[in-house]
Structure formats: C-alpha cells, structure tokens
C-alpha cells in the first residue's frame, strides 16, 4: 500500500501512522520526523530546517523536496510506505506525484484524519514526544508508565518547541493556507478517503484500517 497522511497539526497522524505502517507492513516516513532527528545530530539539514519549524512555517520546497526523494529512492519499499506530513503544499504534491510516475508506481490512497478545531488545541498542548525514538505521547490522554520516560525506547519526553501556543497558531494557519488545498488536489484524483480522527487511538486506527481495506 502506498498511501499519505494528510491532517492539521495535533490530527494524530503520527500516531496513527505507528498503528497503520505495522498493519500494511511498511515503512512510515514522517518529514517532521526526519527534521527533528537532523537536529538532533546538529545536521546542516536540521539547522538549517530549525529556524522554519520554530516559527511554525514550511522549511522550503527545495530542501523538503530533495530530501523525500531521497528516502522515496531507498531499498525498503517494496511493500509500499506511508507518508506522513508529506506533501504540505500543491507543488510538493505535484513533485511526489512526478517521482512516482517515473517508479510508475502511483499514490493508492490520501487519508484525511478530520479533528475539531478544541481537540487539536487539547492534543498539542498536551504532547510529549520522545527525544530519542519520536513517539508521542499525552499528558492526560496516552501517559507514559513512568513520568517522562518513553515506554518504548526509554528515552527522555519533552516539549517540541513548535508545540508553545502562538506557534500553533501559526502552524494552523500555514496547514489552512497551504496544506488545506492538496485535499482537493487528491479528491479529483479519487484517491482521497477522509475519516473522522476523534475517539480512541484503536478505534480510530480500525477506522482507518477499514477505509484502507476496502480499496482493494
Ligand atoms: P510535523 O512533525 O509533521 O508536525 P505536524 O504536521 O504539525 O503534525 P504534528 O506532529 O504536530 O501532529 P500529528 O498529527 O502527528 O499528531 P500526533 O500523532 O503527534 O512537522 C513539524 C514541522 O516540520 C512543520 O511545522 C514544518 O516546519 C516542518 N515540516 C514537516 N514536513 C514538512 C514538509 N513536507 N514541508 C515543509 N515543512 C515541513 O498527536 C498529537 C497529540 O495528540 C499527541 O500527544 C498524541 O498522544 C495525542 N493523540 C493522538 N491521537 C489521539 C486520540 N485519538 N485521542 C487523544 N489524544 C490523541
């Protein structure tokens, strides 16, 4: 299966693309997650995208671009992926659709997690997120077993700096502004599915599952 993840800020779409890469058995590619983890190496990539994700914008076309089709060009997708916070705007949609022409082989499925605007506020406001492997987790909803330590690799949970309140505002407004359009852009290819992301994690993920099973 290859397919997106397409959602605001705080959807749950790293969440939920831990539950789906395991159950169609691919790999989960998140560009936000690819930043952070320059960063924390103190790449030139994650300095250079630090200073677009600390104000909540768009690190640019050119350097994200590069950077997916550099992961699109590895070994591991003969199952297909899953991508997550990738495209972000029509022309990177339009350059995922390019290199996958050229693979010839197209996108399957753009799943829409569809949050209320006061749940997403909740989500980010309460999210740690593991230094070390990137899980997320929830001060109230998904707790860790131990306070600040992440259940699955131990590391240690923090803040993200774009999760303090007048960054999410901007990152709001970007996703409204930019990303917002790609939906349409997938409807007219009919390859869009939306499903609504509030409740439980599972009960979204079978959601999500369901949706995905019945394309083929
Ligand atoms: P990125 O890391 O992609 O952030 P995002 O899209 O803003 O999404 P988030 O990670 O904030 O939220 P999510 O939907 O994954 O929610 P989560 O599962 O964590 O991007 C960060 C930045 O990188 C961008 O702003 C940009 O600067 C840059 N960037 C990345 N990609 C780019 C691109 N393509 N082009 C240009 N720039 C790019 O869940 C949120 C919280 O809710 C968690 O605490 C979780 O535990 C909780 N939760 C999840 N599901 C539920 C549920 N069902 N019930 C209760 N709580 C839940």
Do not use: W
């Not at 959807?11 to 560009?31: C, D, E, M, R, W």
């Not at 599915?193 to 599972?202: L, Q, R």
């Amino acid at each position: 299966m290859r397919f997106i993840l397409v959602g605001p800020p705080g959807a749950g779409k790293g969440t939920q693309a831990v539950n789906l890469a395991a159950h169609f058995s691919v790999p989960h590619i998140s560009t936000g997650d690819i930043f952070r983890a320059n960063l924390k190496e103190g790449t030139p990539l994650g300095l250079e995208a630090k200073s677009f994700m600390d104000r909540g914008e768009l690190v640019p076309d050119q350097v994200t671009n590069k950077m997916v089709k550099d992961r699109l060009g590895k070994g591991d997708l003969d199952n297909g992926f899953l991508l997550d916070g990738f495209p972000r705007n029509v022309r990177q949609a339009e350059v995922l659709e390019e290199i996958l022409d050229e693979k010839k082989s197209p996108l399957e499925a753009a799943l829409e997690l569809s949050v209320d605007s006061a749940e997403i506020i909740n989500r980010l406001a309460g999210r740690r997120t593991c230094r070390n492997c990137q899980r997320a987790f929830h001060l109230m909803y998904e707790r860790s077993k131990v306070d600040g330590v992440c259940d699955s690799c131990a590391g240690e949970l923090y803040q993200r700096d774009d999760d303090k309140e007048e960054v999410i505002k901007r990152r709001l407004e970007v996703y409204s502004e930019q990303t917002a359009p790609i939906i349409d852009f997938y409807r007219e290819r009919n390859i869009l599915i939306t499903i609504a992301a509030m409740g439980s994690v599972e009960e979204i993920s079978e959601r999500a599952i369901a949706a995905l099973m019945a394309l083929s």
